[in-house]
């Protein structure tokens, strides 16, 4: 579709936001990239993932044309707000980290859910408990 926001997933550019200018063939596109750097090119449609952010341009429109209408809808501040680029942004952060920092998250863990199994067994007991005492009473009855 003309006009659509796509993420290159491999390749040379992977990991920008490009928009898809022109449809070539059924396997590739004339794509841009006005605020990601990516020069205006022919790329294989695999190597693009469809976003749901479309801009609306005309067929083969000029780079400034684009560029315009980019930052009018946005783009990038809507993509940094996706639940996407967030989940990229955390995978980065997660390949970043060395050892000793892999290591003090493990051990934030380890407490967290030492915390959160303590307090359901407290609920658990306290649960068991009051089952219990309604059992009694009905026997006692």
């Known amino acids: 579709e003309i006009g659509r926001v796509a993420y290159i997933a491999f ?3 992977s990991g920008k936001l490009v928009v898809i200018v022109d449809v070539l063939d059924q396997n590739r596109a004339l794509i841009d990239g006005p ?5 205006r090119k022919q790329i294989n449609l ?4 469809l976003t749901k952010f479309v801009i609306k ?3 083969s429109s000029r780079h400034g ?3 315009k209408a980019w930052e009018k809808e946005e783009i990038q501040k809507k993509w940094d707000e996706s639940n996407w680029a967030k989940k990229i942004a955390a995978k980065e952060k997660r390949a970043e980290l060395n050892d000793y920092d892999r290591f003090k998250l493990m051990k934030a863990k380890q407490s967290r859910n030492r915390i959160i199994n303590m307090k359901f067994g407290q609920l658990r007991k306290a649960s068991k408990a009051e089952f219990m005492e309604k ?6 009855k």
């Open 11 to 13: 390749g040379e550019d």
């Open 35 to 39: 605020c990601s750097g990516v020069t």
């Open 46 to 49: 695999k190597r693009l993932h």
């Open 57 to 59: 341009i005309g067929p």
């Open 65 to 67: 044309t684009v560029r």
């Open 135 to 140: 059992r009694k009473q009905k026997k006692a």
